[in-house]
């Protein structure tokens, strides 16, 4: 199917492990995003990337890492979860002025 | 601090109704306002979205009317419908850094039949 995807759709882990989120998209975009969405938030920018090896910081990056080796992949790593990054997570990707968002992860940090 | 302020928070109104939501911002240089619709389990999508340099836009029963001076803008759904129940986001983004969004905490809006 054409679009983004997203893996899992819902994690649980515990405090201290570390989580990978995927993303993968189909459409060969330039910028992809991480975002996640909390409630009374909406969606806050966690990472981006304008292309393969280039990533920047979004407004709440801390706690997180980006890696982009390939333009259709951009995982997301939690290195040693926290409670506080319980929520449901976003990937999108940019073409002209729209982002187009996936499924997103619910994950739950217990 | 929250760079674009949405409100209300949850709205209720009956079929045919005309809710209304509301975005205000203080970055001037913001110079892109999308609106995205979010229904349950799903990624948001764009809806409509507006630049500064008209006052309103409109894409069948979706109209964004802006405010450059009061540095506000609002979504207004016409004949809305109990398909239009979802969570609505606007959003803001500036020219000289138009990769980030910055989004409002969303509207939840339930149209009764």
């Known amino acids: 199917d054409a679009g983004i995807t997203q893996s899992p759709r819902y994690k649980i882990t515990e405090t201290g492990r570390q989580v990978t989120l995927m993303c993968h998209q189909t459409w060969s975009h330039s910028y992809m995003f991480w975002y996640r969405q909390d409630l009374g938030h909406g969606l806050r920018l966690i990472y981006y990337?304008?292309?393969?090896?280039?990533?920047d910081k979004g407004e709440v990056p801390d706690g997180y890492v980006v890696s982009r080796s390939k333009t259709e992949n951009f995982p997301l790593t939690l290195e040693s979860a926290t409670r506080s990054q319980t929520s449901v997570y976003f990937c999108?990707?940019?073409?002209?002025?729209?982002?187009?968002f996936g499924p997103g992860t619910r994950l739950t940090v217990l | 601090q929250q760079q674009v302020k949405q409100s209300p928070q949850s709205l209720i109104v009956q079929k045919g109704g005309i809710p209304i939501i509301n975005c205000a911002y203080e970055n001037t240089a913001f110079d892109y306002f999308p609106w995205y619709q979010q229904f349950p389990g799903k990624g948001p999508a764009l809806l409509i979205a507006?630049?500064?340099?008209?006052s309103e836009k409109k894409e069948g029963r979706f109209t964004i009317s802006f405010n450059k001076s009061a540095k506000q803008f609002s979504l207004h759904i016409m004949d809305s419908q109990p398909g239009d129940s979802a969570t609505y986001f606007c959003?803001?983004?500036?020219?000289?850094?138009?990769?980030?969004?910055?989004f409002g905490s969303g509207t939840k809006l339930n149209v009764k039949p």
């Open positions: 999108a990707s940019k073409h002209t002025d729209t982002q187009y």
């Open positions: 990337s304008a292309a393969a090896d280039i990533t």
């Open positions: 507006i630049r500064p340099d008209v």
């Open positions: 959003a803001a983004s500036r020219a000289d850094n138009f990769n980030k969004f910055y």
